[in-house]
Every structure is written in structure tokens, then in C-alpha cells.
Nanobody, 123 residues
Framework: QVQLVESGGGLVQAVGSLRLSCAASGRTFSDYAMGWFRQAPGKEREFVAAISWGGGSTRSADAVKGRFTISRDNAKNTVYLQMNNLKPEDTAVYYC????????????????WGQGTQVTVSS
């Protein structure tokens, strides 16, 4: 089992920045690729970004490319999502997730999930 706890969400004005953190415990963190997803009210959960086990490879959704950066610190068992130039359409609950394989963009591919953190971007 892997336990994931997100933090860092909040209310921010458009073009502002936030950094989300996700702390992992339970199993060896570096055994898992990590992903960030988000879910807005009335919408399906969507892929945001993913990072490989050692952090050498990343991928992100077109909607956030150039604005969001995923990173990880295996010594701290933590994955981050740096979000810059935020837009109102980025408003959602953000979830981190763990997967034994890297690169998946479907929520069904991830075995472990955090409880989510709310990000609200005002215009």
C-alpha cells in the first residue's frame, strides 16, 4: 500500500502561481511513477502530468504545457506540481497518484490516490 497526501492548494488570482506537494508513505517511493490529475465540478478526472521513477522523464497534458512542471524528490518521498500563469479554467481538485508503470494518462492506470487538494483560480 502507498499512502498519498496532497497539500498546497488554495485560492489564487489568475496569472498567479501555486506549488502542490504530495507526500508518500508506506512503500518504496522510487518504485513508483507518479502522476497528477484534476477534476473540475461536473467533469471527468483528467490527466495533468506524470514523472518517471527517478524523475528523468516527464510528460504533461497540452492544456498545461509551458505552465506546469512536475518534479520529485525521492529523498523526501514527495512529488511536486509547480503551477504558473494559472487560469480560471485550472480550477479543480488536484490529485496525485502512484503507478508501477510510467507514462499512463488514464486514471484507471493508477493504483493509489491521494484525497485531493482544491485549487481555485479567480479571474
Amino acid at each position: 500500500q502507498v499512502q498519498l497526501v496532497e497539500s498546497g492548494g488554495g485560492l489564487v488570482q489568475a496569472v498567479g502561481s501555486l506549488r502542490l506537494s504530495c507526500a508518500a508513505s508506506g512503500r518504496t517511493f522510487s518504485d513508483y511513477a507518479m502522476g497528477w490529475f484534476r477534476q473540475a465540478p461536473g467533469k471527468e478526472r483528467e490527466f495533468v502530468a506524470a514523472i518517471s521513477w527517478g524523475g528523468g522523464s516527464t510528460r504533461s497534458a497540452d492544456a498545461v504545457k509551458g505552465r506546469f512542471t512536475i518534479s520529485r524528490d525521492n529523498a523526501k518521498n514527495t512529488v511536486y506540481l509547480q503551477m504558473n500563469n494559472l487560469k480560471p479554467e485550472d480550477t479543480a481538485v488536484y490529485y496525485c497518484a502512484a503507478n508501477s508503470k510510467y507514462g499512463g494518462t488514464g486514471a484507471y492506470e493508477y493504483a493509489y490516490w491521494g484525497q485531493g487538494t482544491q485549487v481555485t483560480v479567480s479571474s
